[in-house]
């Protein structure tokens, strides 16, 4: 499955021949301008270049089927049929507004470097387009959780520890929580829309995320589990709440909040959805970084920076539309607080701008078994800022848990 969305794309009528309809020149033309706004408004138009690659094209077929004149609006999809070592071959369809076939291509490329010779297909492109990637700190496997597939990451025997990412980023902001966590099976899955789970057009909401979860548990045979949430994770952790009590044995709360978006933070979620379809994933992470991170982090780890950059980029612009909108329309957490009766643990960054420590002490302190932990020099994305001091407070926590 690729991992570009459709695009719509209009005939211009320089593209057009003497008898005034695009003729197979025109289409070529037309199919290779669709790919890259597809990889503008996904992976990014320097996805190749970024990995050193440039996309030889070997065969080119087009069949044509009904004519297209200019200013007609044609919608273009891509399809993977194949992704070799070196070679990718697609399937591209143009549609007319009324979804009657237009033309299809069918590309084989091949990857080549600076040189000229084939090179392997790096993992980022191989994962844009729907292909299998290596996970460097473990085994991602995917599950079938009902409408979509999920990516996921998992670790180690015992009782379960669901880790559940924040936005834009994905499961590998919890790198070292998966890695060091012994004695607990750590199971960090990319939300829908988001890394390398299913990104569909549409079906975003905080229900629709902890329905996914709730059948990832039952694909896994845990009954119930440590539920850590950090930010947009957060959310989706008081629906779980709120939905599966009795899956959930534990709580932590990591830089999130329990309220709802006021109305200005609903106009911006709109306004960065706009973002998104216009100027595509990477623009929304470089319109966030500077709040996700703290200044320390900023100044001190650009490693951190890229990474996040990177997952942003990555993320899918279905995903962060639906993601948008289910943060835009979540429920208000507040008013279940004080009903919440299992151990919880808060924790938050010292330097977290978008949901601050006095943000973490008002929900610990409406919380009847909770408990806060701040850390320091780290920002909104504290378990990738600050991994070891986060590692720890998580390990001091589970060890009180309860187990089952
Ligand atoms: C997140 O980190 O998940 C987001 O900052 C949450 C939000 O925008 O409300």
Redo the contacts with the bound molecule.
Sequence with gaps: MSRLSPVEVTVYPYECDAYGHLNEAGFLQLFERARWEMLARGPGADLFSRNGIWPAVRRAVVDYHRPAFPADVLRVDLVVEKIGRTSLEIRQRAASKDGALVAELHVVFVMIDKSGKPAPMPDEVSSAFGGRVTVPTGEMVRYDVGDVTLAVESRGDGPALLLIH??PVDRSMWGHQVATLARWRRIAPDLRGCGFSDAPEQGYSMAAYAGDLVRLLDRLRIERAVIAG????GYVAFELLRRYRERVMGLILM?TRADADTPEGRKGRDALIEVARSQGAAAVGEHLLPR?LGRSTQRTQPQVVEQVREMARRTPVPGIVGALSA?RDRPDSTPHLGAIDVPTLVVVGEEDE?TPPAVARAMTSAIPLAAMTTIPGAG?LAPLEAPTAVSRVIAEFLEAVPRP
Excluded: A, E, T, Y
């Design positions: 924040g936005f950090l930010s947009m994770g830089d996700l943060m978008l909104h």
